[in-house]
């Protein structure tokens, strides 16, 4: 592993060691964020595919009642019967921060609480399929709108782990052993200038004392 750039001494080796601290508990927090975005993220991938099989279910049913009514009825009259539609949803987007991830929600709201107001026509000239897709399609149409919240957000989240997931690597295969290594540089260069130190101190004890007294201390 590579050594940071850096000059061997104490003051380097001081900022290295806190460096390291705070890539430490940087790395720990790093990793409780992924295991956390991880649990909620397969909460919301069983979640979408328990709602995705649903919501199919349902529109291909509706989809079998829609085609025996066109069958039963005339074109003209079908499409006259839901041209004007009596029901209006309107949709209100927000957001909601889970581990820093803002993920949508969403929240319809009918024009009236009425549930005859999904029928936009009278029930005398149309056939009784078409009130069970008109039925079907209405009682499926939150399952949708939550359908499509969950897999937005398991967009986002996914996105969110992958980028966390590469900080949590960077910083235990890269930062951490190079900081590691690095202080173990500086601190084996620091023992090294310090014996030389210690050995040059003696060599000059022994020349003042050879100079003074004629000997050594060897």
Not at 17 to 41: I, N, P, S
Not at 129 to 143: C, I, T
């Amino acid at each position: 592993m590579a050594t940071l750039n850096v000059n061997p001494t104490r003051m380097e080796l001081t900022n290295l060691k806190r460096k390291l601290q705070t890539a430490v508990r940087g790395h720990k927090l790093l990793k409780d964020k992924r295991d956390e975005l991880m649990r909620q993220f397969l909460d919301l991938v069983r979640e979408n595919e328990k709602l995705r099989a649903e919501v199919e279910t349902a529109i291909r049913e509706a989809d079998t009642h829609m085609a025996v009514a066109g069958s039963v009825m005339q074109k003209e009259a079908l499409e006259t019967a839901l041209m004007l539609p009596k029901q209006e949803v309107s949709l209100t987007v927000a957001e909601k921060n889970v581990m820093s991830v803002m993920i949508p929600v969403f929240d319809a709201k009918f024009k009236t609480a009425d549930a005859g107001d999904i029928y936009p026509y009278g029930f005398a000239f149309t056939s009784g399929d078409l009130d069970d897709a008109v039925g079907a399609l209405s009682a499926v149409f939150p399952k949708m709108i939550r359908l499509a919240e969950v897999e937005k957000s398991c967009q986002l989240m996914a996105d969110e782990i992958e980028r966390t997931r590469r900080r949590v690597n960077a910083l235990e295969h890269v930062m951490i052993p190079r900081y590691k290594e690095t202080i173990r540089f500086i601190t084996m260069k620091l023992d090294e200038n310090e014996r030389s130190t210690t050995a040059r101190l003696m060599k000059v004890k022994d020349m003042m004392l050879d100079k003074a007294h004629g000997y050594s201390q060897a």
